[in-house]
């Protein structure tokens, strides 16, 4: 059974760098059918694509965020990471890790870190 | 950018009765849909892909419909479990959208 854990700092100054790693575990990183996502939720609010990643380093990123994201992958140990640059307030969300089939639906999702981004 | 918009923003419903929910694209998707539930304090879980088919799992009184611009999730008989947010998002264009989501709460 798959499963995806997100990890990182719960709290970023405004201006500096968030970096989380997903870890994933009961599946193959490095199939190729999938690829490895991040999707944010501010609070109280919707959903958010941030980007996705292929085990191959391909990787594909929201328009709106591109200027500011970096993604990566590390097959040998079973995980993707993200870096977002120049935080600010509106930063402030659930960060999800999620599988995504083809580039097309997402499953399944891990729990969600919550990001704070305050001075 | 493929814009999803969903109505109503929020649903009152009893137990045991049925809902109907909407999602219009701003441009056709084809059957390219899904539909995700999140319960409270809870990540997202995928419902619906392609428009209509359920993962395993799904319970059967989950249903979804639709081509082009206009999709629907039915959902029948609806248990304590389903008061949720219901989410459809577009995969046809490369950039990933969600609606705004539809509140299913208790009448």
């Known amino acids: 059974q798959v499963q995806l854990q997100e990890s990182g700092p719960g709290l970023v100054k405004p201006s500096q760098t968030l970096s989380l790693n997903c870890t994933v575990s009961?599946?193959?990183?490095?199939?190729?059918?999938?690829?490895w996502s991040w999707i944010r939720q501010p609070p109280g609010k919707g959903l958010e694509w941030i980007g996705y990643?292929?085990?191959?380093?391909?990787?594909y990123y929201s328009p709106s965020l591109k200027s500011r994201l970096s993604m990566s992958v590390d097959s040998s140990r079973g995980l993707f990471s993200l870096r977002l640059y120049s935080l600010t307030a509106a930063d402030t969300a659930i960060y999800y890790c999620?599988?995504?089939?083809?580039?097309?639906?997402?499953?399944?999702w891990g729990q969600g870190t919550l990001v704070t981004v305050s001075s | 950018e493929i814009l999803m918009t969903q109505s109503p923003a929020t649903l009152s419903v009893s137990p045991g009765e049925s809902a109907t929910l909407s999602c219009r694209a701003s441009?056709?998707?084809?059957?390219?849909l899904a539909w995700y539930q999140q319960r409270p304090g809870q990540a997202p879980r995928l419902l619906i892909y392609?428009?209509?088919t359920r993962p395993t799992g799904i319970p059967p009184r989950f249903s979804g419909s639709g081509f082009g611009t206009e999709f629907t999730l039915a959902i029948s008989s609806l248990q304590s479990e389903d008061f949720a947010v219901y989410y459809c998002?577009?995969?046809?264009?490369?950039?990933?959208?969600f609606g705004p989501g539809t509140k299913v709460d208790i009448k």
């Open positions: 999620v599988r995504c089939l083809s580039r097309n639906w997402f499953a399944p």
């Open positions: 441009q056709s998707v084809s059957s390219n």
């Open positions: 990643i292929h085990h191959s380093g391909s990787a």
């Open positions: 998002q577009q995969y046809d264009d490369w950039v990933f959208t």
């Open positions: 009961g599946y193959s990183i490095t199939n190729d059918d999938y690829f």
């Open positions: 392609n428009t209509s």
